[in-house]
């Protein structure tokens, strides 16, 4: 209060000084004049104190409350360190995103056109002797010749090779079943290929679509199948052609719609072409025996692996 008293009085004589004398500021006026002039000066400066008291207690007063906040703010302890929200709630660890790889599909595998599996052939009469009973019946046995050839891997040497083994196995039959003559799908592998050749990797099977067949041979295997021969239409054939008959599918061209065939019945036989649905039509199994009546139609094929 005292430092504030001091600055009142300061103003004030400031103010005094600088109003000028009275006497100079009535020089040049007639003296009558003079009280009244005087008296004016008197007042206006009485006003102009006023106005400089007023505006000097405003300043006064500001810097009154600017000076007590500044004190308070200087006496305000600052904490060291603001809590934050994070600092009372701990972040939760983010959950990473697992993006599955995509399963990308392989490339899609066409089948070939055409399947061929080189199995080797021969008629069942390699020289043409259809007067023998045994040559004349040996479809069954021509066939089984064609197919284990194929899965030993070898060649048919000759006519004369060939002519030898389907007659031992005619003679093997005879000799172990009393008839060599017509033998069904089932008996063909059973005594032949299991019961001669002492080889079982294979199985008969019911024949229900051409798909079936077709399937067979795209996985690499030979099927051998029974016939109406007289359905097949194949112009090789004497007239009507065979009641009952068997050869080997060795392939399938899917732009014909072809099956492949190695025919016994004739020396054009060697990979001989079949319509599918003319041979699939013409399948049909028979009864083992000589010339037994076929009373109903089976459709059945023998399928033969190698190992």
């Known amino acids: ?20 004398p009275f006497a100079k500021a009535t020089e040049g006026f007639p003296s009558r004049l003079r009280p009244r002039i005087k008296l004016r000066g008197i007042r206006r400066r009485g006003i102009n104190l006023r106005k400089t008291l007023i505006s000097l207690f405003i300043i006064i ?47 899609t595998s066409t089948p070939p056109a055409v399947v061929l599996i080189d199995v080797p052939f021969t008629p069942q009469a390699p020289f043409a002797q259809w007067s023998d009973p045994r040559q004349q019946d040996g479809c069954e046995e021509a066939s089984v010749v064609m197919a284990m050839h194929w899965v030993r891997g070898e060649q048919i040497r000759s ?17 172990t079943f009393g008839e060599y003559r017509d033998t069904s799908a ?35 295997h030979v099927v051998i199948l ?52 003319i041979l699939f039509a013409a399948i049909r199994d028979y009864s083992t025996g000589y010339h037994i009546p076929i009373e109903k139609v089976e459709k059945a094929m023998i399928v033969v692996k190698r190992e």
Request: aromatic share 10%.
């Open 1 to 20: 209060m005292k430092l504030l008293s001091a600055l009142l009085r300061g103003i004030k004589a400031e103010f005094l000084r600088s109003q000028p």
């Open 159 to 175: 006519r004369e090779a060939a002519l030898q083994e389907i007659l031992a196995l005619s003679y093997y039959q005879e000799n």
């Open 226 to 277: 029974p016939f109406n021969g007289q359905a097949l239409h194949n112009p090789y054939f004497t007239p009507p052609g065979p009641e009952r008959h068997m050869m080997v599918l060795i392939g399938y061209d899917s732009n014909t719609e072809e099956y492949i065939t190695n025919d016994p019945g004739t020396r054009q036989g060697e990979s001989y072409r079949y319509d599918k649905d």
């Open 61 to 107: 007063i500001v810097s009154a409350i600017v000076a007590v906040l500044l004190l308070y703010a200087g006496q305000k302890k600052i904490p060291e360190q603001i809590p934050t929200f994070q600092q009372h709630i701990p972040l939760a660890t983010p959950t990473p995103i697992v993006i599955p790889t995509p399963i990308q599909a392989g490339p």
């Open 186 to 220: 089932a008996d063909t592998a059973d005594r032949l290929i299991k019961g001669y050749y002492n080889y079982s990797n294979f199985d008969v099977r019911s024949v229900i679509t051409n798909d079936e067949i077709i399937r067979t041979i795209r996985l690499g």
